[in-house]
């Protein structure tokens, strides 16, 4: 993930965890949800939300992550139904 934004003069409001952010963005993808209908106990502002989803966006997170999690799972190899 790209660093956090640095406020050069300080203030404002500490940034909001990361895991935070991309829990609020997973609820966004896999619900169908628009931004401004996040539930509140997500503990993130859907402007907030979004902006980080752009941010991460532009620097190519997703197809990284995506990529990620193919090369884990072919090196995991076949799911094995059989044994319960």
């Known amino acids: 993930m790209p660093p956090a934004r640095v406020r050069p ?3 404002g409001r500490a940034n909001i965890d990361d895991e ?3 829990d609020a963005i997973g609820c966004v993808l896999t619900t169908g949800r ?3 209908h996040l ?3 997500l503990s993130a502002s859907e402007s907030t939300v979004h902006r ?5 966006s ?9 990529l990620r999690l193919r090369k884990l ?3 995991a190899g076949p799911v094995n139904l059989s044994q319960s």
Do not use: T
């Open 9 to 11: 003069l300080g203030g």
């Open 20 to 22: 935070a952010v991309f």
């Open 34 to 36: 628009v931004w401004h």
């Open 39 to 41: 539930p509140r106990c």
């Open 52 to 56: 980080r989803f752009r941010i991460w």
């Open 58 to 66: 532009d620097a190519g997170l997703w197809g990284r992550l995506h």
């Open 73 to 75: 799972h072919a090196e």
